[in-house]
């Protein structure tokens, strides 16, 4: 969605644009050896081919890691290797147009992602501005395809159910292999790519979105809010509405 001139100053004017502190750091509370952020371009590229492919779920998968900085067992729901059940990224605390919410598994921290905000348009009117429309475009088409019984939102287009670790590996290097992305993209990469394209548009708290418990690699105590969570979101959507006319 096109900003209008108002709506983009507005956003501008929410957060100044500074250094990006999350740039190059590793994220050492999850990070395995090799990862490394996902750029935009990539995360586009794996989600057009995984649609292309079949696996609608794993497109989604990708967009609540990398849009709303998931950890890849709440986005999967994985089970731990002692049999305890994640349950999941669930589709009642959805609501279009509105925010998403969760509670993380591994931190127990409540999460909740404003989806829009409503500033004024060049007309004078209230304009609302989607913050994260690839995210709600990834929704949108996994809600049509599965069944109304369906509590979480990530399940696999062959059974119905939520996905191994096993198979949402195979799944992941094929979508890789054929989309010419590199076998080592991981869904860590995905969540690190949207902590740092937050880190890029200004933000240096990531906690309202990304549920930590503390900053310590920037040594940053910020509470974590919900309007923190969407001056996050319109700082984000600035950022990249402000790449896309660069590319033009």
């Given at each position: ?11 501008r004017g929410?957060?100044?644009?500074k250094e990006?502190?999350f ?7 999850t990070?395995a ?7 935009r371009a990539?995360?586009?590229?794996y ?9 609608q779920?794993?497109?989604t998968?990708?967009?609540l ?15 731990d290797?002692?049999g305890?059940?994640h ?5 009642a605390g ?5 925010e998403?919410?969760?509670v993380q598994?591994?931190?127990?921290n ?8 409503v500033?004024?348009?060049?007309d004078?009117?209230?304009?609302t501005?989607l913050l994260?429309p690839?995210l ?12 109304a019984?369906?509590t979480?939102?990530?399940?696999e287009?062959?059974n119905g159910?939520k996905?191994t ?8 290097r094929k979508i ?6 590199p ?6 990469g995905f ?5 740092t394209e ?16 503390t900053?310590?690699?920037t040594?940053?105590?910020n509470?974590a ?8 979101g ?5 950022h990249?509405?402000a790449l896309?006319?660069l590319?033009?």
């Amino acid at each position: 969605m096109a900003l209008s001139t108002e709506a983009s100053a507005l956003i501008r004017g929410l957060t100044g644009v500074k250094e990006n502190p999350f740039k190059g750091m590793g994220l050492s509370s999850t990070a395995a050896k090799g990862n490394r952020e996902t750029s935009r371009a990539e995360y586009n590229l794996y989600r057009e081919t995984a649609r292309k492919m079949g696996f609608q779920s794993m497109a989604t998968a990708a967009a609540l890691c990398f849009e709303c900085c998931q950890r890849v067992w709440d986005a999967f729901g994985f089970e731990d290797p002692d049999g305890k059940e994640h349950r999941g990224i669930e589709w009642a605390g959805y609501r279009p147009g509105e925010e998403i919410s969760l509670v993380q598994s591994k931190t127990g921290n409540p999460v909740t992602l404003p989806l829009s905000i409503v500033v004024t348009g060049e007309d004078g009117k209230p304009e609302t501005v989607l913050l994260y429309p690839e995210l709600e475009e990834e929704l949108s088409r996994s809600r049509a395809m599965v069944g109304a019984a369906a509590t979480v939102i990530v399940i696999e287009e062959r059974n119905g159910k939520k996905y191994t670790e096993r198979r949402m590996s195979t799944i992941n290097r094929k979508i890789c292999e054929e989309a010419g992305l590199p076998k080592t993209m991981t869904f860590t990469g995905f969540r690190h790519g949207g902590i740092t394209e937050i880190g890029d548009a200004g933000e240096d708290d990531v906690r309202a979105v990304s549920g930590h418990k503390t900053l310590a690699i920037t040594r940053i105590y910020n509470k974590a809010s919900a309007e923190k969570a969407r001056r996050i979101g319109a700082a984000r959507r600035e950022h990249i509405t402000a790449l896309g006319a660069l590319d033009r």
